[in-house]
């Protein structure tokens, strides 16, 4: 029986792929094997020896503390694409936005109540909320992953729009589905200039923090709209503000607003409704509990974050996975043990990421505690787990 703690509340739909005669899940386990976590911060978390996993039900995994968690040889994994097109048609939505001025003059609408004439009023007093068409204009998409390619593509056939993509880390996959009307574009500095509007899909880290500086936001072409869907620490909120009071930016779009955003000019702060729909959170919960369930049962590991793509089958017999340093002759080392204990090894896939490598190992006979004691205490091995068929 395995234990799971849930440290939000989640969709029932994951029993679907951890069966309750297999799984416990709880909000008050002491000692999980693994958590499902959507939006509590794990940072502060006393995190226990039996914890073998962490699965976020969404792309952003800023509320887990992932250096802490790969030394202590803690699989993270998070879902992406699983929210992509809930959050792809909010940015849809942000594009009307930003060029109608529909919002303002909502509000206006609401001040007519009661008065005498009302649609002469309207007609009247509509002119000043002129906004532009979107058919013909130009889109830049920065980042082209999961929901960058569905903006592109809806943008692009759904929309008129001539959209131009930056990514210099795309991969096969969301290449190979982008439409042939997309161009690329040859550097952030061509797409910023030529871009009417702009909406940012990149991840957060200490080389986007920020990106969206005076400089990058100097570069962009006059009167053009920003849109944020990704995380607000990627655009200096003073060097923002200031664009758009010296109308070098017309609107500013965010679905992450912070105090300093709320009631400025020609900025539309929407309260994080990205992936706030029920096949969101339904596919997040799908995928979430799959990546568990099949890392706890096979060792796989699928859209880990820490960790290197590993596909195991179900195990037939005893199966060790390490979690250890890519370091030279380590996998020597824990094989050597193996074959002290004169125990066959039926075969072996290492994989490695950045620093951190996984090592599988199927065994012709299990391995006593005191052989997986000696694989633990090996300098540069973070965890050692048993995986019976």
Not at 355 to 367: C, I, K
Request: charged share 20%; aromatic share 4%.
């Amino acid at each position: 029986m395995y234990k799971i703690l849930a440290l939000n509340k989640i969709s029932d739909i994951i029993y679907d792929q951890l069966p309750k005669a297999n799984y416990a899940v709880t909000s008050d386990e002491a000692a999980p094997d693994a958590v499902l976590v959507r939006s509590a911060s794990m940072h502060d978390m006393v995190v226990p020896d039996s914890l073998l996993a962490v699965a976020r039900a969404g792309a952003g995994v800023n509320n887990i503390p992932i250096d802490a968690y790969t030394k202590a040889g803690i699989a993270v994994f998070n879902t992406p694409g699983a929210n992509a097109n809930a959050v792809a048609e909010l940015v849809i939505l942000g594009l009307l936005l930003s060029g109608r001025k529909v919002l303002e003059a909502v509000e206006w609408a609401k001040g007519l109540k009661g008065q005498d004439g009302v649609p002469k009023l309207v007609e009247k007093g509509k002119g000043q909320f002129v906004g532009s068409e979107l058919r013909g204009k130009t889109l830049g998409v920065i980042g082209l992953g999961a929901i960058g390619a569905l903006v592109a593509n809806a943008a692009a056939n759904g929309l008129g729009m001539e959209v131009v993509g930056i990514d210099p880390y795309i991969s096969v996959e969301h290449a190979w589905s982008l439409s042939r009307a997309v161009r690329r574009a040859d550097s952030l500095e061509e797409l910023l200039a030529t871009s009417d509007f702009v909406s940012i899909h990149v991840p957060l880290g200490d080389n986007t923090r920020a990106m969206f500086n005076s400089n990058l936001l100097g570069r962009m072409k006059p009167g053009a709209s920003l849109l944020n869907f990704s995380r607000a620490e990627l655009v200096d909120g003073e060097a923002l503000r200031q664009a758009l009071a010296d109308a070098k930016l017309s609107t500013y779009v965010t679905d992450f607003p912070t105090d300093d955003m709320l009631c400025v000019p020609n900025v539309i702060c929407i309260p994080h409704l990205g992936a706030s729909t029920p096949e969101s959170e339904e596919n997040c919960a799908v995928m979430a509990s799959m990546e568990l369930r099949d890392y706890l049962e096979k060792g796989t590991i699928h859209n880990s974050v820490n960790l290197p793509e590993i596909s195991c089958d179900q195990p037939e017999g005893v199966r060790v996975l390490v979690i250890h340093d890519n370091a030279p002759g380590l996998v020597t080392q824990i094989s050597g043990l193996i074959s002290e204990k004169n125990i066959n090894i039926v075969n072996m896939l290492n994989k490695s990421r950045n620093n951190v490598a996984v090592t599988v190992l199927e065994l012709g006979q299990a391995p006593d505690d005191a052989l997986l004691s000696a694989i633990s205490g090996l300098a540069q091995v973070a965890r050692v787990r048993l995986i019976h068929a």
